[in-house]
């Protein structure tokens, strides 16, 4: 971890730090530990959603079709456990790999296609997903799942929820890939320039098209959670969740022009918007207000992101 992602870290700890003593001090039962704990489930379905996103954007990228990947992925579980009695496991498992291979599209589509930019790939990619979700479901929910398949979503060790100890266990994973693996550190390289990374010897293409099946994985990942979470699978599940995830990674102190953000960083941007929100509902604060709310911090983690490209480039 270089002393950029460091102090990118560092300065998102210290926004989450600051929030919580201000709600805190806003008010009383903030800080009760079954309402940091309604915190840590609140936040783990962004979360696990948002470290996919993170590998786009540290290439430079983005992948708008997670939340879509997600409904399409759940569905098509729901519906083999439910109507044609699959194993719960095989279910997830199916899941899964839904949501790997749609990303895996993503990823192709972007390099075999020579599409000029991820955001057509997965912008084209989050309209058939969210199609085809609503089309073989006839727009019609699927509810009442067995115990294993809501374990992910509903289950607790203790206090803890079992959701947030998923999340702890793949940013673990994720941060040794990151910063341990050849594949990790290339990832960093084609964000920083594409060109040098590939005039170097990486296979750039091979690279998209791994970042890209990851982060549709992670998606089917967090709606596997989901699903557990409220019991039910439906079409119009994961709206705007690739906006949560992309305020997530940005507000964790990466760039969108890629190659700087760490998985620790992207872990405190899903809890300071876990804690806003639970916070401003604390408050009494409407909806309405909690978007506004939510999309001021957005702007403010970017403009931060671009006055520290300009001090970067003062001193080059």
């Not at 309402?35 to 696990?48: F, G, P, V, Y």
């Not at 509810?143 to 940013?171: C, H, N, R």
């Not at 906006?243 to 760039?255: C, E, Q």
Request: glycine share 12%; hydrophobic share 55%.
């Amino acid at each position: 971890m270089n002393i950029k992602n460091i102090l990118s870290s560092a300065g998102a700890l210290a926004g989450l730090i600051l929030l919580c003593i201000v709600l805190s001090i806003l008010s009383p039962y903030f800080l009760r530990i079954e309402n940091i704990m309604n915190i840590a489930r609140q936040s783990a379905i962004n979360s696990l959603i948002a470290v996919g996103m993170l590998l786009a954007i540290l290439t430079g990228g983005i992948d708008l079709s997670v939340g879509s990947v997600l409904a399409l992925s759940t569905v098509i579980m729901a519906i083999l456990v439910k109507n044609y009695n699959f194993n719960p496991i095989i279910g997830i498992i199916v899941c899964l790999g839904i949501g790997a291979f749609l990303g895996f599209l993503n990823g192709i589509m972007l390099t075999k296609l020579h599409l000029p930019h991820p955001f057509i790939s997965t912008l084209g990619m989050m309209n058939i997903a969210r199609g085809l979700a609503l089309i073989i479901t006839k727009a019609t929910p699927i509810s009442g799942f067995p115990k294993s398949i809501q374990y992910f979503g509903a289950a607790f060790i203790g206090m803890i929820p079992v959701s947030f100890i998923l999340v702890i266990v793949v940013y673990i994973i994720y941060h040794i890939f990151l910063t341990k693996t050849p594949t990790g550190r290339y990832i960093y390289a084609v964000g920083g320039n594409p060109e040098a990374a590939r005039l170097s010897g990486i296979n750039v293409e091979k690279i998209l098209i791994i970042v890209y099946t990851l982060s549709g994985l992670m998606a089917s990942l967090g709606g596997v959670v989901l699903v557990g979470r409220v019991n039910a699978a439906y079409p119009l599940a994961g709206l705007s969740y690739e906006l949560d995830a992309i305020a997530a990674v940005i507000i964790g102190g990466a760039s969108f022009m890629g190659g700087i953000g760490t998985v620790w960083g992207t872990l405190i941007g899903a809890m300071i918007m876990a804690v806003l929100r639970n916070g401003l509902n604390l408050l009494g604060v409407s909806a309405e207000w909690q978007t506004v709310a939510i999309g001021a911090v957005i702007i403010g983690a970017v403009y931060i992101d671009v006055l520290r490209r300009r001090a970067e480039a003062k001193v080059k």
